[in-house]
C-alpha cells in the first residue's frame, strides 16, 4: 500500500528566508515506513515539517539558540548557507506533498536489513531521500553513510528511526545531513576516551561521545580542554552549531559529490 500524503497546512515551509549567499538548494522526500496504524500515527505530517524547519534554520544558521554557544567558541561558528525545502515535484514531473507513507509488513529494520530497500529512492542527485521507521539496531536512532569513496553507500539516503524525537528540537536529521555532507562525529570513533581527531581543524579533540540526555554546564572537559559539546556532530542534547572548517568540509563535498544540488536554484 502506497499514497502521497495531501498536506493541509503548509505554512512551516512557506516561509521566505532572505539569505543572498545560499550556495545550494536542496529539495527533501520523506519516505514512512510503517507496518501498523499506530506506527503511521506516531509520525504525522506537523512533526515531519518541524522536523525539516529545524534542518532548515539550522543550515541557515536562523536557529535562535545560537546563543547559546559559548564565548570561547563564537569565532568558530560557521555559516553552512545551505537551504533544505520539502519536494513539490516527484520524479515524474507530479505535485507531491514531499511526504510518502508505505505500509509494509517488516515491523522493524537494521543495518544489515537497511529501510532503503523498503521504498524506491527519488533520484538522489536531485532529492535528499529521508526514510522514517523502527530502527532496532542498539540505541541507534539515525544512520546515513559518508559521500566519500572509502565509504560506498548501499544506497544514498538518511534513516531515522519514528521514535527517535522527530519534530521535538532532537536535531537529529541535522546531525545525519551532516553526516550526508561528509563530517565524522567530532569524537570520531568514540573508542572509550582516547582522543582522536575527526579530520577538522577547528573542533577540539574529544575522547568520546556526549550522552543524547546530557546537556553539560562549559567548560566541560576532555582531552585536557573544552568539549564543543553543543556541536552538531556531537550527541548532546543541547547541539546548536557547525565550525567554520566544517562547513568548508560540507562545502567542499558540495563542490565534488554533491554538485548537481548547486543547479537546483
Wanted: net charge neutral; hydrophobic share 35%; with cysteine.
Amino acid at each position: 500500500m502506497k499514497y502521497i500524503v495531501s498536506l493541509k497546512i503548509f505554512s512551516l515551509l512557506s516561509i521566505t528566508f532572505c539569505y543572498p549567499q545560499v550556495r545550494a538548494k536542496i529539495p527533501v522526500v520523506f519516505h514512512v515506513i510503517y507496518s501498523t496504524e499506530e506506527q503511521n500515527k506516531e509520525v504525522s505530517d506537523s512533526l515531519i515539517l518541524c522536523e525539516l524547519k529545524d534542518l532548515q534554520m539550522d543550515f541557515l544558521s536562523l536557529n535562535a539558540d545560537t546563543q547559546n554557544v559559548p564565548a570561547e567558541f563564537k569565532k568558530d561558528f560557521g555559516l553552512p548557507q545551505i537551504e533544505f525545502r520539502i519536494a513539490t515535484v516527484d520524479p515524474n514531473g507530479n505535485p507531491t506533498s514531499g511526504i510518502v507513507r508505505v505500509k509494509t509488513v517488516k515491523k522493524n529494520f537494521t543495518f544489515s536489513d537497511q529501510i532503503f530497500y523498503a521504498d524506491a529512492l527519488w533520484d538522489t542527485k536531485k532529492y535528499l531521500n529521508v526514510y522514517i521507521g523502527l530502527i532496532r539496531n542498539g540505541k541507534t536512532e539515525g544512520y546515513t553513510d559518508n559521500p566519500e569513496p572509502w565509504n560506498t553507500p548501499l544506497k544514498d539516503a538518511i534513516g531515522l528511526s519514528y521514535n527517535a524525537g522527530i519534530g521535538k528540537h532532537s536535531r537529529l536529521l541535522t546531525h545525519e545531513t551532516g553526516h550526508w555532507l561528509g563530517l565524522l562525529h567530532i569524537f570520531n570513533k568514540n573508542l572509550f576516551g582516547k582522543c582522536l581527531d575527526d579530520g577538522i581543524p577547528d573542533t577540539p579533540l574529544q575522547g568520546r561521545a556526549t550522552g543524547t540526555n546530557n546537556c553539560p554546564t562549559h567548560p566541560a572537559s576532555q582531552c585536557n580542554h573544552a568539549t564543543m559539546f553543543m556541536n552538531f556532530m556531537d550527541y548532546s542534547k543541547c547541539r546548536v552549531m557547525f565550525t567554520k572548517e566544517q562547513v568548508k568540509k560540507m562545502h567542499d563535498v558540495l563542490d565534488k559529490d554533491r554538485k548537481e544540488f548547486l543547479t537546483l536554484q
